[in-house]
């Protein structure tokens, strides 16, 4: 068993900061500090490469004797059994008394924020600019992912236009590939190598490459493609995440688009 908390406390980060270097949902971190189950060799080994090993280690649960461990089940049921009947005579409490102030804190309390790298972008092609892949990890805000992309880990700036569905300028929101052997070919992603990070949709390349084609086919006059498909060496690849949908204003006071 493992005390994520503990350890996340120490660092000051928070459970959506440990979420992105993991590559999963802020929920997920939730679930786990509540169950302190272990962690996976991986997880394990992105702590102790962030946070050093001595930091990482000392949160390991002791083991206990199974009397102890008995007598700590007892006490914990216990302490469940008056908490629930503590808890259910408050909710009785606040919804009788205070409807509207409850609803509103747990409409306040349930918000999801995921990290948004505006200095971090996304191009749709590599043929006049390249993406800024410096390394950068520190987020320029956190945002409220809301009920349309709930499994959104980040989010990042696009621009270009081999990408037609994404116009230039919108926010993309993204979830990150843990698994590439997961990935669905078809499927648009915004894939970050050593060289440069780009939006495209990838097919399977065979062993070693992935090929990303844009949806955009405008060609010169000769008929060659304007924004050509691209093989990508899979050794090159830092991370792969899938594009949920994007978000863009028509007008800086106009309404937000939602693309999904």
């Known amino acids: 068993m493992y005390d994520l908390k503990g350890l996340r406390k120490e660092v000051n980060k928070t459970q959506s900061e440990i979420a992105v270097l993991f590559g999963c949902g802020q929920n997920n971190i939730s679930m786990q500090e509540k ?13 102790r490469k962030n946070f050093g090993e001595e930091i990482t280690s000392k949160y390991y649960y002791k083991n206990v004797s199974s009397n102890d461990s008995v007598h700590q089940s007892i006490d914990n049921i216990n302490d469940l059994k008056s908490a629930s009947e ?3 005579k408050l909710l009785t409490e606040e919804e009788i008394l205070l409807p509207q102030q409850s609803h509103k804190s747990d409409f306040f309390q349930d918000k999801k924020r995921i990290p948004f790298y505006d200095d971090v972008a996304s191009i749709g092609g590599i043929n006049s600019i390249v993406a800024d892949n410096s390394g950068h990890t520190t987020p320029s805000e956190w945002i409220d992912a809301g009920d349309w992309f709930p499994e959104a880990t980040a989010a990042i700036r696009h621009y270009g236009d081999s990408m037609i569905e994404y116009p230039s300028g919108s926010i993309l929101a993204l979830k990150r590939v843990v698994d590439h052997r997961l990935i669905i070919w078809g499927r648009n992603y915004s894939i970050e190598t050593t060289e440069f990070r780009i939006t495209k949709r990838l097919q399977d390349g065979g062993n070693d490459y992935v090929l990303a084609y844009s949806s955009n086919e405008n060609t010169y006059s000769d008929g060659t493609l304007i924004h050509s498909p691209i093989r990508i060496p899979k050794e090159t690849i830092r991370h792969i995440d899938l594009v949920l949908g994007c978000v863009t204003k028509e007008y800086s006071n106009g309404p937000v688009k939602i693309i999904k």
């Open 35 to 47: 169950s302190n189950r272990d962690l996976t060799t991986e997880q394990m080994n992105i702590l």
């Open 86 to 88: 503590k808890n259910i």
